[in-house]
C-alpha cells in the first residue's frame, strides 16, 4: 500500500484551508467619514441632565463590519447606550464597543464595531445646571469624522419658556406632545473640525418631560431610544468565529499529518532490517587453548596470538 498518497492529500488540500481561513478574517476597516450625523440634544427628557443622541449613516459601499471612533465629555461616563441597524428607520440592536478615557483630557472615546451602515450613541451630560430657572448647555462636537450632511435638533422640555440657540435653529414642526422642534442643516464639515452651540431656556420646576406624556397619554409616551438586545443580523462580512474553526481544522490536519508520517518512519525499518551481522558461537568442540599461557586461540591460527608460542608440534 502506498503511504504517501493520504500525506499529499493532505498537503494539496491544507495550503488552500489556511489561506482561505485568512482571507475570511472579518475585516474592521477604521471609518474617517459618514454621510450623515444627526445630532439630537434633548434636555430634562427623562433624567435632569441633556441626553445627547448621535445618529451617523456611513456612506455606501462601507465595508462591514466597521470600527467608528468617536469622543464624549468624560464626565458623562460611559455611554447609556450603543446600537446598530440597516438603517435608521430598523430596528436596533446592540454594539460591541469600548470605552476609554483619554489620559490629562476632557474627552472619552468610543470605539465601536458595527455591522451595519446606521450607528446610534447616546449619552447623558451631566454639565446642564437645573438649579436654577435659567438653564444653559453648550454641546460641542470635536470633529471626529468627516461629515457630508451635519444636522442638529434641539427638542425643549415640555415647559421650557424662550428657548434659544446659538448659532439659531429654525423650528421645524412638532415633537412628541406637541412640543415644538428647533433643527437645522449645517451641511459638511471636514474632519477636525470642531463645532459648537449654545442653547438656553428658562424653566422653573423639575418634572421631565418623560412624566408629563405619561400623564398626558400613557399609552403614547415614547421612551428614550434603547436598543434590543437581540443578537446582529449577519452582515455582509463572515462571522467572526469562522476563522478560529478554520485554525483550529488546519491544525488538526498538520498534526495528522505529522503523526502518519511518524508512523510511516517507524514501520519502515521493522519491515527492512537486515538480518545480524553478529559472528556465530564456536562450538565448544572446535575451541583450543595456547599450552603455554591458556589463553584461547583464534580458528587457523598456528602460533598463540597472545605469546606466540607455536600451537602444533613442529
Given at each position: 500500500?502506498?503511504?504517501?498518497?493520504?500525506?499529499l492529500?493532505?498537503?494539496l488540500?491544507?495550503?488552500?484551508?489556511?489561506?482561505?481561513?485568512?482571507?475570511?478574517?472579518?475585516?474592521?476597516?477604521?471609518?474617517t467619514?459618514?454621510?450623515q450625523?444627526?445630532v439630537?440634544l434633548?434636555?430634562e427628557?427623562?433624567?435632569?441632565?441633556m441626553?445627547?443622541?448621535?445618529?451617523i449613516?456611513?456612506?455606501?459601499?462601507?465595508a462591514?463590519?466597521?470600527?467608528?471612533s468617536l469622543?464624549?465629555?468624560?464626565r458623562?461616563?460611559?455611554?447609556y447606550?450603543v446600537?446598530?441597524?440597516?438603517?435608521?428607520?430598523?430596528t436596533?440592536?446592540?454594539?460591541?464597543?469600548?470605552?476609554?478615557p483619554?489620559?490629562?483630557?476632557?474627552?472619552?472615546?468610543?470605539?465601536?464595531?458595527?455591522?451595519?451602515?446606521?450607528?446610534?450613541v447616546?449619552?447623558y451630560?451631566?454639565?446642564?445646571?437645573t438649579?436654577?430657572?435659567?438653564?444653559?448647555y453648550?454641546?460641542?462636537?470635536?470633529?471626529?469624522?468627516?461629515?457630508?450632511?451635519?444636522?442638529?435638533e434641539?427638542?425643549?422640555p415640555?415647559n421650557?419658556?424662550?428657548?434659544?440657540?446659538?448659532?439659531?435653529?429654525?423650528?421645524?414642526?412638532?415633537?412628541?406632545?406637541g412640543?415644538?422642534?428647533?433643527?437645522?442643516?449645517?451641511?459638511?464639515?471636514?474632519q477636525?473640525?470642531?463645532?459648537?452651540?449654545?442653547?438656553?431656556?428658562?424653566?422653573?420646576?423639575?418634572?421631565?418631560?418623560?412624566?408629563?406624556?405619561?400623564?398626558?397619554?400613557?399609552?403614547?409616551?415614547?421612551g428614550?431610544?434603547v436598543p434590543?438586545?437581540?443578537p446582529?443580523?449577519p452582515?455582509?462580512?463572515w462571522p467572526a468565529?469562522?476563522p478560529?474553526?478554520l485554525?483550529?481544522?488546519?491544525?488538526g490536519?498538520?498534526?495528522?499529518?505529522l503523526?502518519?508520517?511518524?508512523r510511516?518512519?517507524?514501520?519502515?525499518?521493522?519491515?527492512?532490517?537486515p538480518?545480524?551481522?553478529?559472528?556465530?558461537?564456536?562450538?565448544?568442540?572446535?575451541?583450543r587453548?595456547?599450552p603455554?599461557?591458556g589463553?584461547?586461540?583464534?580458528?587457523?591460527?598456528?602460533?598463540?596470538?597472545?605469546?606466540?608460542?607455536?600451537?602444533?608440534?613442529?
Amino acid at each position: 500500500m502506498n503511504r504517501r498518497g493520504p500525506v499529499l492529500w493532505l498537503v494539496l488540500w491544507l495550503a488552500p484551508l489556511l489561506v482561505f481561513g485568512l482571507a475570511a478574517r472579518p475585516r474592521q476597516d477604521r471609518v474617517t467619514r459618514a454621510q450623515q450625523v444627526w445630532v439630537s440634544l434633548w434636555p430634562e427628557y427623562d433624567r435632569p441632565a441633556m441626553l445627547v443622541i448621535y445618529r451617523i449613516t456611513l456612506p455606501q459601499g462601507t465595508a462591514l463590519p466597521a470600527q467608528v471612533s468617536l469622543r464624549i465629555p468624560q464626565r458623562a461616563g460611559q455611554p447609556y447606550a450603543v446600537a446598530s441597524a440597516p438603517s435608521i428607520n430598523d430596528t436596533l440592536v446592540n454594539a460591541e464597543h469600548t470605552y476609554e478615557p483619554a489620559t490629562g483630557s476632557a474627552w472619552a472615546w468610543v470605539h465601536v464595531t458595527t455591522q451595519h451602515p446606521y450607528l446610534q450613541v447616546e449619552y447623558y451630560d451631566p454639565a446642564l445646571e437645573t438649579d436654577e430657572p435659567q438653564r444653559t448647555y453648550t454641546f460641542e462636537w470635536p470633529g471626529d469624522l468627516a461629515v457630508d450632511e451635519f444636522i442638529v435638533e434641539f427638542l425643549p422640555p415640555w415647559n421650557a419658556q424662550n428657548p434659544k440657540t446659538e448659532p439659531a435653529l429654525p423650528q421645524q414642526g412638532a415633537g412628541p406632545g406637541g412640543i415644538p422642534v428647533y433643527q437645522k442643516n449645517f451641511g459638511s464639515l471636514d474632519q477636525g473640525v470642531a463645532f459648537t452651540l449654545t442653547l438656553s431656556y428658562t424653566k422653573d420646576d423639575a418634572t421631565l418631560t418623560i412624566e408629563h406624556l405619561q400623564q398626558a397619554a400613557p399609552a403614547q409616551a415614547p421612551g428614550p431610544e434603547v436598543p434590543a438586545v437581540e443578537p446582529p443580523a449577519p452582515g455582509r462580512s463572515w462571522p467572526a468565529w469562522l476563522p478560529w474553526v478554520l485554525v483550529a481544522l488546519g491544525s488538526g490536519l498538520v498534526a495528522f499529518g505529522l503523526f502518519h508520517l511518524w508512523r510511516e518512519r517507524q514501520a519502515r525499518p521493522r519491515a527492512a532490517r537486515p538480518a545480524s551481522r553478529k559472528p556465530k558461537k564456536r562450538p565448544k568442540a572446535e575451541i583450543r587453548y595456547c599450552p603455554s599461557c591458556g589463553a584461547e586461540t583464534l580458528p587457523g591460527a598456528r602460533y598463540c596470538h597472545r605469546c606466540g608460542a607455536p600451537l602444533y608440534p613442529s
